[in-house]
């Protein structure tokens, strides 16, 4: 039964481009898996287009009637940007899921922008290439979603982000035209760069609907080691030399408080690691390499080094797959949610030399600020992005706006950025307009109206219309 | 002596803004190095702004009187994209050449626009470190040139064109303001990515006055080698096994058509390379690694296993350092415009699984187009990227729009590009129009528009106000 906010003329119109088939209504909505944020399905109507075309006359539908329409691809986003509201329209692109072609000699692959980040390595697998970006939701945050976002993960540092993976894209804007730029190859300057804008503007100014991505050789066998170290500049030590460290590529350095692998192994029950030194950091580590063993052998020599430096309180090294699951169990977890809800996450980047001024700082301010604040800390430290959870005895969600400047703090001053790759979405857009300033959000402002001007497409997200 | 096109009013209004320091007028314009077009230098007048704030200045001040302002960095474009009329305004980002800071523990350097790409790579190898980035012109490249026109060169093929290398970028306005993103991180989603506007934008948005770059480290001893092949697979094959060769990274792969590699070795008088087979293509490989010789030995082992597999023709290993400059002298070279002055030059990109039927094809197209036409190829193989000289016994200059249909024919249904790296400028405008249809053009158009309502900006490059 269509919900009443939904006039019966526009239902009719959608109905007549995609069909009763391309439409989920009311229950159909709700009984969906809602994703990361429970106000994903608030809106009781979703679109399901199966192609560009099909997007676009919904999206020209939506600018006409002035009904909002927020794209969804995983819902696994962590900022809002997918939430929705009550009269909204949801443009979902689960239909269109289609891995379009995979071409092994010049390494790229087209896909269609439902496609979830594990089913195209999957399908990449067998041809020795990886997408080159790899993030914990990998299991239902969609290519789409992720080019949206601008997704970093573990493997920005060598790779990108989904900006240097993009190779082309299509998108359908609210004129009801479809911009199509499916170009394969790296060196294409054809004209002002337009399909750059919608990589990292989560939705906002068109939907992406096709993606052609440049994809990495799989850097061969995996070795895994956990360090746990004294201090942040020994992490930045130890990171450094297995980096450096021939026959071994260096393909993750995950950054852990010791506090989150405490608590997370208790929960999680992972006896190797409640066993361990208590320590200020851990460092997951990954090196690939060839056949030869040499890649393990660098690491392992690297950690010994660092041991007889005086780097190293302790190491601990996975004597198969199950123990090499759990240390990354331990890092994708997020028990402190479990164990203390209703903690506030942030989502920073530092210049590396000044993360440990940023983070001893940071603890004073909190300290200062209010003395029950708790924080943990998981991130990329290659490229010094931190997750922070702020946590107390009790919830305190409704203190994200008190405790955000405090976070973000200094972070312009020392070239950092207070949003790093979670996405501005609802959640950090007060915390924008302080960052970019005046003048910085008057140009999103007309930017925005260029590609939206009724201000239909992901209403309220990463930028509003303004007073 | 002032020339008569500019307004005395404008004259005065330009030197309360610089001084007459910050001016360049009539015969100290003149007198000047062009750089690679000839029209450079036409307009009478260059401002010298020495800071982001005088820039936006003289961009307002431009704006509001009607007059044409032309950026310009190293002046070595090759499509016209710095080319200037008699009546406008040169901005030069002479004056604006100081390497502002390196960051050795994180990897950035913050410079002035007009800093030339040799003169930081002479700063930053102390440090190990290097841009990513390399091209023919570093002499006289600038790094704001050089994001303007999102520069590719060799190395793009593992380390991205400049738009992977840039972290942050402050831009003068044609509104008088400045928009300053100076981020040092790699993962930065602030809000609708303005910066990327303005990488590959050729000026026509506004002036790049400083760019944050990401460094990656230098990556050991370089050793080279020229191999001679018979067909473009022998050249993708040899590449591939090269790089994937454990114990060497593969820095180079630059590929010569033969008739390339004898007219320029007869005409630079090299006689390692006017002793060797006729070959139908050469490729010149470049490999990196440690100290312990494993990456010449592998590159070797990789050349000896393709003459084994019938693959390679002949192949030339400099015995020292000026034999391998020989050998780049070569490939930068352009012997071809000065035996037979007045060709024509495209920049076109093919993913690699395609540019042997691309270039057979295209061959084809010619013959049948013009019996009396020549072509001469370099490129960036691993990125499919080429660049086309098209000659004939008397210069053809004029012909460039005839031409160009046939060498960008089948390019889109490929997955190409006709424009990889040189830009648009002027050159390539109409052949834009074309490729990027009525919406892409209206597009553009109307984002060109926001940031240059009276499209004083680099006027005439890229995109035209239209009819």
Redesign the interface.
Known sequence: MPSPEYPQEFLDALTAILGRRGLRIGEEVALLDPGTNPGNLRAGLMARPADAAEAARVLALCAGAGVGVVPQGGRTGLAGGASTRPGELILSLDRMDRVESV?A??R?ATVQAGVTLARLEEALAPLGLTVGVDLGARGSATLGGMVA??A?GIE??RY??M??RVL?LEVALCSG?I?TE?????????????R??F???EG??GVITRV?LSLV?IGGTRHTALALLPSLDAA?AVMRSVE?A??ASLAAAELMSGNHIALTARSLGIAQLTAVAPAAFGLLLVVT??Q?G?AQAALESELARASEAGLLLDCVLPKNAAEERDLWRVREDWAVDRVHPGGLWYDV??????LALYLTDLERRLARHDGGLAHYLVG?LA???VHLTINAAVPITERYAEVAPIVYAGLKE???????????GLEKRAS?ER??GE??VR??R???A?FDPTWVLNPGK??TRGS
Do not use: C, Y
């Open positions: 071409d000699s010049s790229s976002t601008n970093g920005a540092f990108g982000t900006r240097e082309g035209e911009l499916l170009s394969r190859v790296r060196k294409d300057n054809a004209g002002l760069p337009l750059q804008l990589i990292g503007s906002t100014l052609v050789p930045i450096a021939p026959g390499g060839d030869s040499a980047s530092v210049p590396i030399d000044r990329h490229d010094g992005n020392l070239g950092g950025s207070f949003s790093a790759e979670h996405g501005i924008l960052w970019a003048g910085g140009l999103m007309t930017v925005k260029l990463v930028i």
